[in-house]
């Protein structure tokens, strides 16, 4: 792909623009880059093309609005990166960023995708006990239902069946 | 490596191959971006951290279950010259990002490259796979066939409420890009590109040109992809494109055939000039040759331009012109002017030889 500025030469920088839900997406060769400065000065190591992304996640980087009292970390103790970082280039530096930034990332994610909870393939490895997490919360809630309708002996059976499943998962 | 038909040869063997609806599909991708759990992305790793993923990468080539898909090899950037990581941009068998950028960088290849492993790029693993014609729901079974494979033997970086987690927002959840490439030029004479494009994007579907942008697409190709990822299953995800491809391409047949109807001698008029352009000229710059090709490749799916050329040539000379492939051709850098010549020699040599 050329750089959609100059069309010469082949594009290097690619990001993704999310304002207010709507994403536009930019492909910049280096030096267009350099001249329409969107490259921030003086952070030519580590992260270097990812700072392009600053602002591109146009969201609340404070937390304001959001009405949870929860302590929100400012920083994943996993990489180091902390929120304010993660709100400026846009990427997360590793899989427990998810963990530690999770109060935050719903008005994100829908915002991205519409969307917050994935619902598509699961790997087979962690597969096995997220199956049986959903089975046990499937026997539980008939459980509860069984009790409410005073069905005692069926009720009885069920909580023999989440007892062995508890132990399983326990297990895995 | 360096003289192989990997860098010397435009068309990928599953290139060659017949697809459904190959007049208007050209390709059909998934990509699927996957990380290990127990590393920092790619972003943030270390020499050392990305070195240990790359080995540990490199461990499951030894698969069996791999190894029964195809024959596959493992290429460092860094053994590559800036030519070579350029030519397989321009094959798309790589990104740009993983060329330039990527410390301990790799890529793992099918013999017949419709299957792409980047290692290290924005993600630590993006599985890629490329069928000829429109096969998206294909290449998404033989994705998700390698996923797991990799993930028998990988831990994962996995959430239940979040799927795969990713280096970027844009890609958490299913980790899922599927896209087709599609040749659209009978919409783009008669000018119904511009009210399509706009429909596609509010069904939650990108478009982009191959090497330019929005409607001003190179030869008339155009990208369509899926832009959610999270909160869709792939089946879903797929299904859309699938249905929202099929109505393109029924549109495009349609205007193909009323240009037929209504300006048939135009039409013949047009290709033929193009080609006659194509056999001939001396001097041809990247922008032109993609026009040309787009209106030759039209001719020769309507059957108005008497040739023995194969439908592929578009595909075979868009790749082949690209600045990448003109110089490892010719074996050294060539200026843009230098290039412009090489390219019109090079169209012309390949038009008679056919
Ligand atoms: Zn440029
Ligand atoms: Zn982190």
């Known amino acids: 792909m050329m750089c959609q500025e100059c069309g010469s030469k082949p594009a290097t920088l690619h990001f993704t623009k999310i304002v207010n839900g709507e994403k536009t997406e930019f492909h910049f060769c280096d030096s267009c880059a350099r001249e329409k ?19 591109l996640l146009d969201f609340d980087p404070t937390g304001k609005g959001s009405t949870s009292s929860k302590p929100q970390h400012s920083r994943c103790e996993e990489c180091g990166l902390t929120y304010t970082q993660f709100s400026k280039i846009g990427r997360f530096g590793c899989s427990a960023c998810y963990q530690y930034f999770s109060d935050r990332l719903d008005p ?32 539980k809630r008939e459980l509860q239902l069984r009790i409410e309708r005073e069905e005692f002996e069926a009720a009885a059976s069920l909580r023999d069946k989440i007892r062995d499943l508890e132990r399983k998962i326990a297990d895995l | 490596m360096a003289n192989g038909p990997l860098f010397n040869r435009a068309l990928s063997d599953w290139m060659q191959s017949e697809g459904p609806d190959r007049d208007i599909v050209f390709s059909s991708r998934v990509r699927l971006a996957r990380n290990l759990r127990t590393q920092p992305f790619p972003m943030l790793a270390t020499n050392h951290q990305s070195g240990e993923v790359l080995e540990q990468v490199r461990g499951v080539m030894n698969n069996q279950q791999l190894q029964g898909i195809d024959r596959f090899q493992l290429i460092e950037l860094k053994d590559l010259n800036e030519l070579q990581k350029r030519v397989l ?20 290849l099918s013999e017949n490259e419709s299957i792409s492993i980047m290692v290290n790029e924005e993600d630590h693993l993006r599985i890629q ?30 959430d239940e409420k979040r799927g795969y987690l990713t280096s970027c927002p844009t890609n958490v959840g299913t980790g899922l890009r599927a896209s087709v490439m599609m040749h659209l030029p009978a919409l783009v004479i008669t000018k119904q590109i511009n009210r399509l494009l706009p429909a596609i994007t509010q069904v939650g579907l990108a478009v982009r040109g191959l090497y330019g942008e929005g409607s001003e697409a190179m030869g008339n190709l155009f990208q369509i992809s899926n832009q959610i990822t999270l909160g869709q299953s792939e089946e879903e995800i797929l299904d859309n494109l699938y249905r929202v491809a099929k109505q393109i391409i029924a549109h495009e047949r349609t205007a193909r055939q ?48 008497q040739t023995n050329t194969t439908p592929t040539i578009m595909n075979e000379l868009i790749v082949m012109s690209q600045p990448g492939f003109l110089q490892q051709l010719s074996g050294s850098k060539l200026s843009p002017e230098e290039r412009d010549v090489r390219r019109a020699e090079l169209i012309r040599s390949r038009l008679k030889s056919s």
């Open chain 1, 37 to 55: 400065g969107e490259l921030i000065p003086g952070t030519s190591n580590g992260f270097s093309i990812h700072n392009l992304l600053s602002g």
């Open chain 2, 129 to 158: 796979c490329l069928y000829a014609g429109f096969q998206i729901r294909e290449a998404w079974e033989l994705a998700s066939r390698i996923d797991d494979i990799f993930e028998s033997q990988l831990e994962y970086a996995f």
């Open chain 2, 89 to 108: 941009v321009e094959k798309h068998l790589i990104s740009p990002n993983l060329a330039n950028e990527a410390r301990n960088g790799a890529v793992i």
């Open chain 1, 108 to 139: 994100l994610f829908k915002r991205v995708h519409g969307n917050v909870v994935h619902v598509g393939k699961v790997p087979v490895r962690s597969g096995g006990k997220i199956k049986q997490q959903r089975e046990l919360e499937r026997l």
């Open chain 2, 258 to 305: 009323k240009l037929l109807q209504e300006s048939r001698d135009r039409l013949i008029d047009r290709v033929n000039r193009s080609y006659g352009i194509l056999a001939h000229a001396h001097i041809m710059d990247s922008k032109e040759a993609a026009q040309r090709l787009s209106d030759v490749r039209l001719g020769i799916d309507l059957g108005l331009i």
